[in-house]
């Protein structure tokens, strides 16, 4: 599984400002997806942005005092060179309705037609693509409404809702009206494959009302069939339940809510993870150097903070233990040291 994340695609788009013509006026995003992908251009070159729709009716977006400058404050009419961007581009169909709507809309202008992510380097619809991110691929803001989700395991708590919090997770009362009550975090619009949680079995019946209530679509709900809490710690079942049940499955992606089980999971699994608290997908094999630089960032504040004392060399060794566990980084340190 392919995965981009919103940081990956500010990287992308910023490390491609310079293939764009230099003289842009305007950035359009197709919606939605490419609403933030214009919203990112925008913020980079300082320069004015609409959505479609807004465009196609002559209005451009205001902005805030610290963007003020004097082409931000132009209308439609007055805007020569407009670039036209979407998130991504496969078969070119929303690409292709956005040029017929302008052209129907017959608003004169230098068009530059671009997305930031594409399956193949160049396409008929664009002008430019940024990266090539092939099949199959998922991306952060849109991660939760993917046919793939029906190829998925999902964990519950901490992607479906809301984690429980100490008084809530008694194994009892308290923790009962959680079940019925739990906070939604992201929405699904899709059939999930396996719900596969820690949850313990006896608490079924709550979750299956739940999951109905706020109509999440699923195949299977895979809990851990134990007698209490007390006993789950004990056997510290929570990740090697999970990855047991996803290494026998037909699954091809993982969607974990916590950093640290997100890397048990899938060392114990030998298929991918990804963590919604990093965004950032583990993968068993991948202990190189380069791909732990690019996924450092996606990790939470708490993981990246490291001493200013410690130094650059520290700082990286702080952020390998986090991003990889402590066996994970002794296995690349012994990758490092082998002699070519």
């Known amino acids: 599984m392919h995965y981009r994340s919103i940081s990956d695609m500010n990287d992308a788009i910023v490390s491609n400002l310079h293939r764009l013509p230099r003289d842009i006026d305007l950035v359009v995003g197709v919606p939605r997806s490419g609403v933030l992908a214009a919203t990112l251009v925008s913020l980079a070159a ?18 805030g005092i ?8 132009r209308k ?9 961007i979407d998130d991504s581009i496969a078969g070119g169909n929303a690409m292709r309705d956005a040029r017929a709507r302008i052209k129907s809309g017959g608003i004169e202008a230098d068009y530059t037609f671009a997305a930031v992510f594409g399956l193949e380097p160049e396409h008929q619809e664009t002008d430019l693509v940024f990266e090539v991110v092939p099949h199959p691929r998922m991306f952060q803001w849109n991660f939760m409404h993917h046919k793939f989700l029906a190829q998925c395991c999902v964990d519950i708590d901490g992607v479906l809702c809301l ?20 906070r939604p975090l992201h929405a699904v619009t899709h059939k ?12 079924r019946a709550l979750t299956e009302a739940w999951l109905a209530k706020h109509e999440i679509k699923y195949d299977k709900l895979i809990m851990l069939d134990l007698p209490s809490k007390a006993e789950r710690q004990r056997l510290g079942a929570h990740g090697s339940f999970k990855a047991d049940f996803y290494r026998k499955s037909d699954a091809i992606l993982f969607i974990e809510s916590e950093h640290a089980q997100a890397l048990r999971i899938a060392k114990l699994s030998g298929k991918p993870v990804l963590c919604v608290e990093t965004h950032m997908v583990s993968f068993p094999d991948a202990l190189s150097l380069p791909a732990l630089g690019q996924a450092a960032r996606n990790l939470p ?23 990889l566990g402590a066996r994970g980084y002794e296995t ?3 990758r490092v040291k082998r002699p070519a």
């Open 332 to 334: 690349l340190k012994n």
């Open 163 to 182: 984690d429980p919090t100490e008084a809530e997770n008694d194994d009892g009362p308290a923790y009962e009206k959680f079940l019925s009550e739990a």
């Open 46 to 63: 300082n320069i004015p942005m609409t959505d479609l729709d807004s465009f196609l009716e002559g209005r451009v977006y205001t902005s």
């Open 66 to 73: 610290t963007k003020r400058r004097a082409a931000l404050d």
């Open 301 to 323: 504040a708490r993981l990246r903070q490291v001493n200013s004392q410690e130094g650059r060399k520290s700082a990286a060794k702080t952020i390998a233990r986090a991003l």
């Open 76 to 84: 439609v009419s007055d805007m020569r060179k407009v670039l036209v």
């Open 192 to 203: 999930i494959g396996w719900l596969v949680t820690s949850r313990l079995e006896k608490y």
